[in-house]
């Protein structure tokens, strides 16, 4: 392993203090405290509110999504993969096998390599938060998983959507130096003349299953 | 009230009418008008061209002269912006404590024209008669620095006669920026030119605003193409009246 | 110290750089047609955020807050980083951050490399000194695509080939991609760049990134984007490198909740950009296995050390000001001479030289004010143009300049009413040889560039204190 070459740290840490003579070091965290926060920091909606409006973001932006009970939630997967005639699939390591439909082959994505996952049909994962807001799902780890292939298909649990941003960021401090992707739409670009073309790295195709909560 | 009035350098040497109007208009409505002479300029285009050390005696002397002022009326919002956006901190930069102090208790009396009427005077319908189509422009400085919002378009929706337009791009800005149009003529130009589309295709007879500063060049590029557009500042419409209505 | 931002030291003044660029009517129609969307979505997704400018505000205050601290907070983020695994090192000038760039690059014995936008590699040069050292750097961002494969230059910070439209694209790519044929409608041409992007993803080992963010608190680096090429950038490689000016860094993993908020919105005008991709040190499971960051000063600590304009620091590359100028909007981001072009590159290039080039460029605007009122950080752009217009004239302008001895004057004729008033007297008098038929059509020098395109009414022969006078003499009488 290369060693960190031997650089200018000296020197650039001794101009921002020279820039900040004025500045009592000892403060820094006191002054962090001390910034007015006025934004929306928690929810404003009923929970219907809420699910009602993460639907119809991933709507907007082209993903198709599902509602099942947690009973239904392998036959509704099987559902999106007949939608597509998609015969195979490579779950997240950590996606629970139950959920799996019958009827189409799996692997988990530790026996797949990079070129294979390049060719394969299409992943399942599951999601550790959701935006109502702004229409967003976030993932640990399966970088590779949910970049290569063509179609994504991503389980929601209701309970994991939150209404807006900061309430996410807060629900992943506990694993916020984890490897995290945000996804909020396919991949796009409008770079030519500014027309949105969607799907031009990353999956084209997204489906969301949302699995209710059990209701009393 | 007695009102003092600043005119602004450039309003007393190129736009006496527009100076003219606002007497005319504020005695109508039963105001007393001062005017000190030993006004010139509020160091605006020394300041914003980069002679910060020029600008700062002529801030000195704005105070001085005025300082004694009920009210102070400016019938142009860039040089009000000017007092309101830099003058606090010119002063602060002069380590004068007097000075910083007068300058604190001066900005609250300086009001821009359609900011006297409305926000001090409490009037919108000014008794004007102007029979004119007219669109109004609105200058960058009266837009963000001031926060006029609509108060012009208030004051003229009141003048009797009038054939108000609405102009499209009407924040965009003309293209003036004091030496603006000299350093960059050529950008200065096509912004103009942009504007001067927008303005023709209103079909209004005048633009008005609430500086000539945006007017004179606005009009100069009208004029060039022989477009048959004037342009009239505010103040102007709304000194007019029936009894001497005249184009 | 070798400071660089991309070409501006080189670059013509952007008077003369306008001109040429004024006649290019398909860049005019191109700028205004892309700026106009992006304006209106912006405007919209901003109009719905009902918290936005407590958003700005907090933005702002936590910029400011970093800035004071930023010594402490870098070295925060560097022992994160390391703890997890991370290599951090710290380039002082675009050379410093070349050679160390290159030193690993040749270290792991790579060839080429691939790469996701990043203006600051732009900035320090990268592209040429890694080309001048035998290796390839492949952009991966089609616009970045569009402009290296047609040899071009950027015009925008977030839509950098936002000068071209498709058929200028179509041909690029023909060209550089060896095609027969080829649709010129968007789809086309971005699957063109799908296919040929795809296999150099699988195979490149090395990548280059920039970052949005650096988080102090975790150690861990942000990278917001829309087309995916960021996330293959960033997972698939062995060696990651990333390169990110020392203004990026945020102290909290909190703060992401204001900045993704700010960002998105400001850039495109979306509620939130496809793809966001955080990471921290080296994962075990997959990605880079090598994590490099080098933090770049390249002249920021000098913009540090001005604290009127050390607010430019602030800046999160939104675009937005670029997107809202009305100067930039009438010739595009070419006439800035610089990577970083419209009101945030008239006042961050100088201020990278210590105000040694780029001197037109505070000048490059109207002070209109737009880019203040869409600034996610609330940046004063105008109040640092005016203070860097402030630096040229002391700093580097020769008090013999004609302007400089004009100024000069009018300060002497404003500084009493005798003065002021002879002026006036010797202005209506002197104007007479430049009226015909009424009218100042032409005056010589530096007020040409009025006359070019307006007339000019003459002096009227009474003003307003003249008036007065008269009137009060009249009052007075009566």
């Known amino acids: 392993m290369p060693e960190a070459i031997c650089t200018s740290r000296a020197a650039i840490v001794d101009r921002i203090r020279a820039a900040n003579r004025s500045v009592d070091a000892a403060l820094c965290s006191a002054e962090y405290g001390s910034i007015a926060r006025e934004y929306q920091q928690s929810s404003s909606m009923y929970r219907a509110t809420v699910l009602a409006a993460f639907e119809e973001r991933l709507r907007e932006y082209g993903a198709c999504v599902y509602r099942t009970a947690s009973a239904g939630l392998p036959a509704k997967i099987g559902e999106v993969f007949v939608a597509h005639g998609q015969r195979s699939v490579v779950a997240a390591d950590d996606f629970p096998r139950r959920w799996l439909p019958e009827g189409f082959r799996w692997q988990t994505e530790a026996g797949v390599d990079t070129e294979a996952l390049n060719r394969t049909e299409g992943a399942v994962v599951t999601c550790e938060v959701a935006i109502a807001h702004t229409g967003t799902i976030i993932l640990k780890g399966v970088r590779r998983l949910t970049l290569l292939p063509d179609r994504l298909c991503c389980v929601v649990q209701e309970n994991q959507i939150v209404e807006t941003v900061p309430e996410a960021i807060d629900r992943m401090q506990s694993f916020a130096t984890d490897a995290l992707t945000f996804i909020s739409g396919p991949s796009a670009t409008a770079d030519i003349e500014m027309t949105r073309i969607s799907g031009v790295h990353g999956p084209r195709v997204l489906d969301v299953v949302i699995v209710l909560s059990q209701r009393d | 009230m007695k009102i003092s009035l600043f005119i602004t350098c450039y309003n007393d040497t190129l736009f006496p009418e527009t100076g003219k109007s606002v007497v005319r208009l504020l005695e109508r409505l039963g105001h007393q008008v001062y005017f000190p002479f030993e006004q010139t300029c509020c160091g605006q285009m020394h300041y914003n061209t980069g002679y910060q050390t020029e600008a700062r005696p002529l801030m000195r002397r704005f105070v001085e002269i005025f300082k004694d002022a009920e009210v102070v009326c400016v019938p142009s919002s860039s040089c009000v912006a000017m007092m309101r956006d830099h003058y606090a901190k010119m002063a602060e930069e002069t380590g004068d404590a007097g000075l910083m102090k007068a300058v604190d208790g001066l900005l609250p009396r300086i009001l821009e024209l359609s900011e006297l009427l409305v926000n001090k005077l409490g009037v919108e319908d000014v008794g004007a008669y102007y029979p004119h189509r007219v669109t109004y422009h609105a200058s960058c400085h009266s837009l963000r620095s001031l926060h006029l919002d609509d108060l012009p378009l208030r004051l003229l929706r009141n003048v009797r006669g009038i054939d108000l337009v609405e102009l499209d791009g009407i924040d965009q800005c003309c293209g003036f920026g004091g030496t603006f149009a000299i350093k960059n003529g050529d950008v200065s130009a096509a912004m103009l030119a942009e504007k001067l589309r927008c303005v023709e295709n209103t079909r209004a007879e005048v633009c008005t605003a609430v500086d000539n500063s945006c007017l004179m060049h606005i009009f100069g590029g009208l004029h060039r193409q022989r477009a048959g557009i004037k342009t009239v500042h505010l103040a102007e419409i709304l000194a007019s009246t029936e009894a001497e209505s005249s184009s | 110290m070798s400071i660089r931002v991309g070409d501006a030291a080189e670059a013509p003044s952007f008077q003369k750089a306008a001109f040429a660029l004024i006649d290019d009517t398909q860049l005019r129609e191109n700028v205004r047609h892309a700026t106009d969307v992006i304006t209106r979505k912006r405007a919209q997704v901003v109009a719905e955020q009902h918290d936005w400018q407590e958003l700005r505000s907090a933005a702002s205050a936590i910029k400011a807050h970093t800035l004071r601290y930023l010594d402490q907070y870098l070295l925060q983020f560097e022992a994160a980083c390391t703890a997890a695994g991370g290599q951090v090192h710290w380039a002082a000038d675009a050379d410093e951050a070349n050679c160390i760039i290159l030193g690993l690059i040749q270290q792991y014995g790579a060839k080429e490399i691939i790469k996701v936008k990043t203006m600051t590699s732009d900035e320090i040069g990268l592209n040429k000194a890694l080309e001048a050292n035998g290796i390839c750097p492949h952009e991966t961002d089609l616009a970045d695509m569009i402009i290296q494969l047609g040899r071009d230059k950027p015009s925008h910070i977030v839509v950098p080939a936002l000068h071209k439209n498709r058929q200028q694209v179509r041909e690029i790519f023909m060209r550089a991609m060896g095609l027969k044929e080829l649709g010129d409608r968007p789809e086309d041409l971005t699957n063109a760049a799908r296919r040929y992007l795809r296999d150099k993803f699988l195979k490149v080992k090395i990548g280059i990134s920039g970052a949005n963010f650096l988080i102090a608190e975790t150690g861990g680096v942000c990278v917001v984007e829309s087309e995916g090429n960021g996330r293959m950038c960033l997972t698939l490689p062995d060696v990651l490198i990333t390169v990110a000016g020392i203004e990026k860094v945020i102290p909290s993993f909190r703060d992401l909740g204001v900045f993704l908020q700010l960002l998105p919105r400001s850039a495109t005008g979306e509620r939130m950009n496809p793809y966001n991709s955080l990471w921290t040190g080296v994962h075990k499971a997959e990605g880079p296995q090598q994590f490099h960051v080098v933090l770049l000063d390249n002249g920021r600590t000098g913009i540090l050390a001005d604290q009127e304009a050390r607010q430019t620091l602030y800046c999160i590359r939104c675009g937005a000001c670029l997107n809202t100028c009305p100067v930039y909007r009438q010739t595009g981001g070419h006439a800035y001479g610089s990577i970083y072009a419209g009101p945030i590159g008239a006042i961050l290039t100088p201020q990278l ?82 009226v015909s038929e009424g009218w100042i059509k032409y005056l010589p020098g530096m007020l040409g560039s009025w006359t070019a395109v307006r007339d000019l009414r003459p002096l009227p022969r009474q003003t307003f204190r003249n008036w007065w006078r008269e009137r009060e003499k009249g009052n007075n009488d009566a």
Do not use: T
């Open chain 3, 353 to 434: 030289f210590d105000m040694q080039h780029a001197q037109s460029l505070p000048y490059a605007s109207s002070l209109c004010g737009a880019c203040y009122e869409v600034c996610p950080v609330k940046i004063n752009i105008p109040e640092v143009l005016i203070h860097l217009r402030g630096r040229v004239v002391r700093e580097r302008q020769s008090g013999a300049s004609p302007e400089a001895i004009g100024m000069k004057i009018m300060s002497r004729v404003f500084s009493s009413r005798r003065s002021f008033e002879a002026a006036q007297r010797l202005g209506w008098i002197g104007q007479w040889p430049f």
